[in-house]
Structure formats: C-alpha cells, structure tokens
C-alpha cells in the first residue's frame, strides 16, 4: 500500500512538472516571439528620435501603447548568429559556441529554452529566419530560411522534432511569407489542447533592404532627415573607429543600394518588372547627379543615405504590416488575451549616425535593440522602462519562468517576469558586459566593455586602447573622455567591474586589474576638459 501510495505521489509530481502554469482561468499564457533582422530601434515611431514622424510602424506602436517598452536592452554581442544563439540558451557566445556569423553553426544538442517548454507540455514552433546552420532542434515543428534567406522566393526547410522533413521554394515576398506561415500555422498546425511558444523570425531588415511590393511608394516623396554626426571626422576617439570599413559614403556597394542586392533572391517575370521599376528612379537620379558611384563628395554622400534609409524604412512597414496581421488574427480568434506578445530585433543598427551603417561597435546604436513586450493582465500599458538594463541574453529565463520552468543554473541571464510585473528585483543588474570577438566583416576590431546605461567603458585589445563615454553629456559618443583627470574615478570603478563580469561570465582569458591598467600610447587628439 505505502509503494501505491508513493508511487501516485511521484507520478502526480511528475504530471505536475510537465503542466504549464495556468492563468485565472484556467489556462497556460502562450507566448508569441516576433523576432526581425538588424530593425534599428530609432526607425520604430514608439521609440521617438529623429525618425520617428517618418517611421511607418503603426502596428508596433500600438503594440508599444499597450504594453512596456524598454529604452536600455542591450545585446551580447551586435551579431545576427550570436544573438539568436544568446536567445536560445540565455548564455554569452563563448559558452554556446556562436561568437561570430561565420561560426554560427549552432550545436542543437545542448540545452536551450525551447527543450526544456516542449518537455514541460508546451508547443514549440519556429518560423521564418533561423540563420545558425544546423537543423533546429527542440521544435515540435520549423519551416525555416536557409541561411540568411532571400527576399523573395525563399528556400524554405520545414521539419519537426525528430528531424528535417522537406524543402521547397516559397513564391512571394519574405516578411509576407513568415506572416502568411505564421498565421497558417496558428490557424492549423496548433495543438489547441496545448500552450504554444511560437518564434515567428522576419529576415528584413538585413542588409540588401529589399521592400516588398506593397510598401515600393511608401516612401517616393519623403525626405528622410539627416543625423547631425552623418559626417563624422572620428577626431577624438581611438584606432578602430578609423580602421572600420562600414561608412556609408565609402563601403555602400552600387549593387546592394540601387542595383540587385546579393540577397534579393531569383525573381520572376513579374517581380523582375516591379523591381526594376521600383530601382528605376533612384538609378535616373544617381545617373543626373554625374559622379562616379565613389565619390567622396557629401552631395553624393546624402544621396546614399537618403536611398538607404528609404529601402531600410519600407522593409520595416513589411514587418510592421505582418505584426498587425497576425495580432489580427490573434484576436479575431480569441487568442489575444492569453497571448504574450513579444516584439524584438537581434541587434541594434547605424542608420547613418557616425556616417555608418551595419552594427558590431559598442555604441548605443549597434547594442541597443527593440524590445516590447505586451502581456495581457500583467504589463501595465503604456508604460517606458527608461531604467532597467535588460538583455537578449535574459529572454531564455523570461519564458521559462513565464512557464513555471525551473531555470537551469548554466544559464547566464535573470528573469524578466519581475520587472514585467512593474517591481524591479533589489538585485538586479547595474551593469551590463558587451563583446565582440572576430575581426571580421567590416574591418571592426575585437573589443569588450562594460556600460551601466549612462557611463561606458570599451577597450580595444589589438591597439590596447580604451574609450570612456559618458552618455547624459555626449549621447551620440563623439569624444572620448578617458583621459579627463574628473573621470578617473569613475573608469577605475568600471574597470574594476569589466573584470568582475568578465570573470562572472567565464570569459576567456581571465582578467585582472594589473594587466587592465596598461596604456597604449594615444595617438590621436585628447580631450582633456569636462564637457
């Protein structure tokens, strides 16, 4: 009797650990992650900033008005590969494996977040834009993009738990085509005796910023206004930011701006027409400006930018249309209520600030993201989260807690539900870790820094170099004021804590305040006066 009565008590337990919580009425919240590629948060209206009244995103606005958006969500690492590895296992690239694009062949065998929903009575599902190479894993169903995908036409990989199924061209535009899934899949490929976690990941707005056909006039007769540091000259800051290869007026290749991007995809007949109607009146102002596509002049250099701040902007209306989509459909079927939804972008983006574009450098552009969230019942709205540092390195723990999961001790980010629920934990972060590992695309040496939202600290390892910000007197990190004598406390404080979390996270090599104090000889000009 006493081995029955053990036995029903263990396996209630076990039943209980494999059972999402439930909500007031009985039913476990799914969560849905609408994740993009490289969406800058200044080019969302919800965020404010110079381009916010020629922003086309109402539908993330709105979600924004009715939820909590946060203004210091910093990533790991401002890379597409090492950040959706971040998100998936809550762990620095050097603990997963993904410290680069190039390396990104993520190892689906370790543990990640969407195991662990799916072993604890979840339905798990990823749609649109994986961009780690190996097959997905711990997903009761995918339909993914190989690698980074096409902007239209996309070749599409669709599988379940137990491995990859089938492949297969899709027709049509990309961010249409991850709505369209999404939708399809919330409409027919749910379990609706389950909860579900749905990642629903858009391509754009990567570089080729391809538009779909819907928004090519969206942005015909608009001028887009101009960043004051557009030309930035670097003075006052170190090696680095002299060496990149990612100004806009240098490194923008004719192709990928008013040509046929690398990754627009194999068009058709018809597509082939819109798009080269579309191209068609940039191309006739480019050709009556006549200069050479390198010219250095600023005339041409504005040209540039006012090209690629219009494809950038109409390919995020593409997203912003698909988000209103499918939030229309959640509550056209009653799902809206019990529904978390979660707006991000895996990294932040140059929009022509310092006369860039891309991302990597550690400054707020590049590791600052989107990120919203809107949960029914819980997530006051309307609310602006100015304060608290949070992180895609945080978005693992978040949903695991959200589903009453315990939360593994390799993993390296904190819950969120907290701060969700309007009290901020007394031991929450105050300072926030960035690295970026691989001299890679772009010519961006490796660095490292600590920042705690208002000061910043980044240090240049190849030129031993370092570079002191201090954000409420200079926003937009045009001087470097490491060598201000006022400041040395402040630094000595933040190198003091570079190496507590360089040490916290495991980072390789360990690091001590003796080999941190070196100096480099600064070559350039110093900035010696508060500002």
């Not at 079927?333 to 310092?354: K, P, Q, R, S, W």
Request: net charge negative; glycine share 8%; proline share 5%.
């Amino acid at each position: 009797m006493k081995y029955i009565i053990y036995t029903f008590i263990l396996l209630s337990a076990i039943i209980s650990m494999a059972t999402p919580p439930i909500d007031g009425m009985g039913r476990s919240p799914n969560i849905l992650f609408i994740f993009s590629d490289d969406h800058a948060y200044q080019s969302i209206g919800a965020y404010g900033g110079l381009l916010k009244d020629v922003a086309h995103t109402p539908h993330i606005d709105k979600l924004a008005s009715e939820g909590m958006l946060f203004k210091k969500c910093y990533v790991t690492n401002a890379l597409c590969g090492p950040s959706r590895a971040t998100i998936l296992t809550g762990k620095y690239g050097h603990r997963n494996g993904v410290t680069w694009n190039r390396n990104s062949n993520f190892d689906g065998s370790q543990q990640t977040f969407p195991k662990l929903m799916r072993e604890n009575g979840y339905q798990t599902a990823i749609i649109g834009k994986w961009h780690l190479k190996s097959v997905p894993t711990g997903f009761d169903y995918f339909d993914v993009m190989k690698g980074q995908g096409q902007y239209y036409n996309p070749f599409l990989q669709r599988g379940d738990a137990e491995g990859l199924k089938d492949t297969r061209t899709e027709s049509g535009y990309n961010s249409d085509i991850v709505g369209d899934l999404t939708i399809e899949w919330l409409k027919n490929g749910r379990d609706e005796s389950k909860p579900f976690m749905l990642m629903s990941q858009f391509k754009a707005t990567h570089h080729g910023w391809c538009p779909g056909p819907e928004e090519y006039d969206l942005y015909k007769d608009v001028h887009v206004p101009e960043p004051n540091n557009l030309f930035d000259d670097f003075s006052y800051r170190g090696t680095a930011i002299r060496e990149q290869t990612l100004t806009l007026y240098e490194d923008l290749p004719y192709n990928m701006m008013i040509g046929d991007p690398g990754e627009l995809g194999e068009l058709n007949k018809a597509q082939r027409k819109a798009w080269d109607a579309y191209r068609a009146q940039d191309v006739e102002k480019f050709e009556a400006l006549g200069l050479d596509w390198r010219d250095p002049s600023k005339k041409l250099s504005r040209f540039k930018y006012q090209v690629l701040l219009r494809n950038f902007l109409a390919a995020g209306a593409g997203i912003d249309k698909n988000v209103g989509r499918i939030r229309a459909f959640l509550e056209e079927n009653d799902l809206a209520d019990n529904t978390i939804v979660i707006y991000m972008a895996d990294h932040g983006y140059f929009l022509g600030e310092h006369g860039f574009f891309d991302k990597r450098f550690m400054y707020e552009e590049s590791i600052r993201t989107a990120f919203i969230v809107h949960w029914p019942g819980v997530v006051e709205k309307g609310i602006i989260n100015d304060k608290d540092i949070v992180s895609n390195l945080d978005i693992a723990s978040t949903f695991l807690d959200v589903a009453g999961i315990e939360i593994p001790e390799q993993i390296q980010g904190q819950s969120m539900v907290s701060i969700l629920e309007g009290t901020t934990p007394e031991n929450w972060r105050k300072t926030f870790l960035y690295t970026y590992h691989e001299l890679a695309n772009h010519n961006v040496q490796p660095h490292y820094g600590v920042t705690d939202g208002r000061n910043k600290l980044i240090y240049y390892p190849a030129h031993n170099e370092w570079e002191f910000f201090d954000l409420k007197k200079d926003p937009s990190e045009m001087i470097s004021q490491y060598y201000i004598p006022e400041n040395e406390t402040t630094i000595m404080e933040l190198k003091r804590e570079l190496v507590r979390l360089r040490n916290y996270y495991h980072c390789p090599p360990s690091m001590t305040l003796r080999n941190m104090n070196k100096q480099a000889s600064w070559p350039y000009q110093k900035w010696t006066k508060p500002l």
